[in-house]
């Protein structure tokens, strides 16, 4: 970006630990949300503006440090490709037993089953925004139902049924994949309780590659044991990395993948295409134009 921009000075790091005292002349952080502490914005004194790597900014809000005034935008919008992949991924992996296949090729053990297929299920989809109306249009090419939960209700091609979040436990019991993108916010903490789960069939599977404060976890351990679900597959957890003594990492029904949905081989020309577009917003004082603008 230097030589488009060669009136900004571009300093770039790998953690913030290497950081050190630029941080204290820095206008503009580009960043993953969970690479920031609160140490590092205490120190940011004429910090202007922050440009999200990801789409969730609820870890730059937490930071107390974070004057009023500081301009956040994320990269909302370019995670549709990986995400929605990623959710195919975990629905056959989950679907065809695939974690078992590959513990079998440890063992060289030749065991054949017949595989559940994807064709003619139901899936729902908890927040339909560009990453769930691209799973759901994914679905479709496997000849699923497709059945959307949001709090905002649209005309979507790819999904056959819409429904509100006050009708989640009427939708529940009819799905075999329960697949959550949601964003995180207050309203959606634990949303995905003990009520949820004990209304989804024995048969069904649950995936979350949104935020793991969206599922109550302690809930879920329980409905895996007593087989009240057939399984899950988390990419996201409430804390991460997933400590080592975690029960989900001895659940045979459970897939864990370290928080690597939204992440693919083009993300840094996925992210560019808003970066770029902003800082030219942001130097000509277009402000309140910035792409992804967050409204605080």
């Not at 120190?43 to 809000?61: E, H, N, P, Y």
């Not at 899950?232 to 993948?257: K, Q, R, S």
């Amino acid at each position: 970006m230097q030589p488009k921009f060669p009136g900004v000075s571009f300093h770039a790091f790998t953690n913030q630990g290497e950081i050190g005292d630029i941080i204290e002349k820095t206008d503009i952080l580009v960043a993953h949300g969970t690479a920031v502490s609160e140490q590092l914005i205490r120190k940011a004194s004429k910090l202007r503006w922050i440009q999200t790597l990801g789409t969730g900014v609820d870890s730059f809000l937490k930071l107390q440090s974070l004057k009023k005034d500081v301009l956040i935008t994320s990269a909302r919008g370019i995670h549709g490709p990986q995400m929605s992949e990623m959710a195919v991924l975990l629905m056959l992996a989950l679907n065809r037993n695939f974690p078992h296949i590959v513990r079998n090729q440890d063992r060289r053990d030749w065991e054949r089953w017949p595989a559940k297929l994807l064709y003619q299920k139901k899936v729902g989809i908890l927040g339909v925004g560009v990453i769930g109306e691209e799973i759901a249009h994914k679905c479709k090419a496997f000849g699923m139902t497709v059945l959307g939960i949001d709090i905002v209700k649209r005309k979507v091609e790819a999904v056959d049924h819409f429904y509100g979040p006050e009708e989640l436990l009427r939708v529940i019991p009819e799905v075999d994949y329960f697949v959550v993108v949601a964003p995180s916010t207050p309203q959606t903490q634990k949303l995905v309780g003990a009520k949820v789960l004990s209304s989804m069939k024995p048969t069904s599977f649950l995936i979350n590659i949104a935020r793991g404060a969206i599922i109550d976890e302690e809930a879920l351990i329980d409905a895996l044991r007593a087989g009240r679900i057939a399984g899950a597959a988390l990419d996201v957890f409430c804390e991460e990395p997933l400590p080592t003594d975690h029960p989900f990492w001895g659940m045979h029904n459970v897939i864990i993948t370290p928080h690597i949905g939204g992440l693919s081989d083009i993300y840094v020309e996925q992210v560019l295409s808003i970066l770029e577009e902003n800082l030219r917003r942001f130097l000509k004082g277009e402000k309140q134009k910035l792409i992804n603008f967050v409204e605080r």
